[in-house]
């Protein structure tokens, strides 16, 4: 296989080759196969062979573009894309309905690469085609229009909703890139701030500690970009002859640094995930649909991040709650456990959130706790019974856990019983016998952890962390234990 795609890449790289410097070098009117064999030339007839000699040179690069990313050359196969989709809009030839998605979907491989300009730009110019298509197809009068009108505005439809959904995900991953780079800012500028603090030390441990700050800037760039050399915020691969300006500046394509800038991309993005979702019922395409509900969530979660308020934290998470919940109750396991998995995961997770927001809460209130430890305590039950059915779903027909769990689902089951043995912890009651039950409960669930990595070394690697903490705790709690109980025998 590998040697036929670096043959089909030899042949279509000498062919673009050879199509170029004809361009270049020769200039004159090309011959097709039935002007080699006609008897007399016509001026006229090779003049108009030059639109079919251009399109030999889009399909070659379409096919260049498709050996590429055979061969595991990404950024090589979207500069052929984008070069392919540009040719077709040069020379008129193209279908709008396919340019437009075709568009759309490079965006994602330059928010892949962390490369937001461009992508905006492949997003605009596919909204900009797709809604001019649509304008003349609708104002075709009802003598012009074709037999499959209806169909092909359905198609028009269809594609603008994945079009929304590609908008969606700029959206989603340009907010959490920008939370994530605020906190490596963050986690730098606390390192900075020690390595000051240690300045009478050693003026070459300073020097040195400066070097490696600026060396991690300047390796924290994207292939895409290295490849180019370019600005990541800006367009360079564009289609100059689309003026979409007035999409482009509908949404930023820098890092949002604030809140303010966070829910002004929140807004953003949310609008097209719920035109998506319009598109993408429940009833008709429900695995599409409930990933729309999960991007949505995955939205308000990100803008958490970026809100000091801890009540309207709580009433971000709470909309999250609410339409995952309304999803989840729609879903048979049976015919999609998997996804039914990642709910019931995603809601405990949830219902934790919320219960650690009000759990600090109450740690720093004097009046009112009584209701504070009353709602902290069902969240907790809440995000328990989550947990519970998550766990649920993996029993056997015995109804009982398995010895070994399937592929990948090894770390959730395990990220599962930690958490259970958490949220046990932080369980708050006067009761000091409740007290025992729950840390009794906690330390159970922490020993399942350990184990089931004792007997699965290799995948216990991937909750390292969380074993490490197990194990602490499986030795820590019972002495906790031991405190209330004594306490108990003095009463």
């Not at 929304?164 to 780079?181: F, H, I, P, R």
């Amino acid at each position: 296989m590998r040697c036929e795609l670096e043959k089909s890449a030899n042949y279509l790289e000498k062919a673009e080759l050879l199509n170029k410097k004809y361009s270049n070098e020769v200039g004159l009117s090309p011959y097709d196969i039935l002007d080699l064999l006609a008897d007399v030339e016509d001026e006229t007839k090779l003049e108009s062979n030059w639109p079919k000699f251009e399109k030999i040179l889009t399909h070659t690069m379409y096919y260049l573009a498709q050996v590429y990313k055979s061969q595991n050359q990404t950024v090589k196969a979207a500069v052929y894309c984008h070069t392919t989709l540009r040719r077709q809009l040069q020379g008129r030839d193209f279908d709008p309905i396919d340019w437009a998605v075709n568009a759309a979907t490079l965006s994602q491989f330059f928010v892949a690469q962390n490369n937001y300009g461009d992508a905006r730009h492949h997003l605009a110019c596919a909204t900009h085609v797709l809604d001019s298509y649509e304008a003349e197809v609708s104002s075709r009068s009802e003598t012009n229009r074709s037999e499959n009108h209806e169909e092909v505005l359905e198609s028009v439809r269809h594609r603008r909703a994945d079009i929304a959904m590609c908008w969606g995900k700029y959206g989603l991953l340009l907010l959490s890139v920008s939370w994530d780079d605020l906190m490596r800012h963050s986690v730098g500028e606390l390192v900075d701030d020690m390595n000051k603090t240690q300045l009478t030390n050693s003026e070459e441990d300073e020097e040195a500690a400066g070097t490696t700050l600026s060396n991690s800037a300047v390796e924290d760039q994207t292939e895409f970009c290295s490849y180019l050399g370019k600005d990541p915020e800006k367009p360079h691969m564009v289609f100059e002859s689309l003026e979409v300006t007035a999409i482009e500046e509908q949404v930023t394509a820098k890092r949002v640094l604030d809140f303010d800038q966070a829910r002004k991309l929140f807004l953003f993005t949310q609008k097209w995930f719920i035109q998506a979702k319009e598109f993408y019922t429940m009833n008709d395409y429900t695995s599409d649909h409930v990933q729309i509900v999960q991007d949505i969530s995955k939205l308000y979660r990100v803008l958490v991040y970026f809100e000091n308020s801890e009540d309207r934290c709580c009433k971000m998470h709470k909309r999250r709650i609410d339409m995952l919940e309304s999803v989840l109750l729609e879903l048979n396991p049976r015919c999609y456990l998997g996804i039914c998995r990642q709910l019931q995961f995603e809601l405990a997770e949830t219902y934790s959130e919320i219960m650690s927001l009000k759990l600090s809460r109450f740690e720093r209130e004097t009046t009112d706790r009584a209701h504070i430890a009353n709602k902290v305590n069902h969240l907790i039950e809440q995000s328990l019974k989550y947990f519970q059915m998550f766990l649920d779903t993996m029993l056997d027909s015995d109804g009982k856990m398995p010895k070994e769990f399937a592929d990948g689902m090894f770390r959730p089951a395990m990220l599962a019983y930690f958490f259970i043995g958490r949220l046990h912890s932080k369980v708050i009651s006067p009761d000091p016998n409740r007290q025992l039950e729950n840390l009794k409960a906690s330390i159970q669930n922490y020993k399942i952890v350990c184990d089931y990595c004792e007997q699965n070394s290799t995948a216990a690697e991937t909750v390292k962390e969380e074993l490490w903490i197990c194990k602490e705790m499986v030795q820590l709690l019972p002495k906790k234990m031991e405190k209330i109980a004594n306490s108990m025998l003095s009463l």
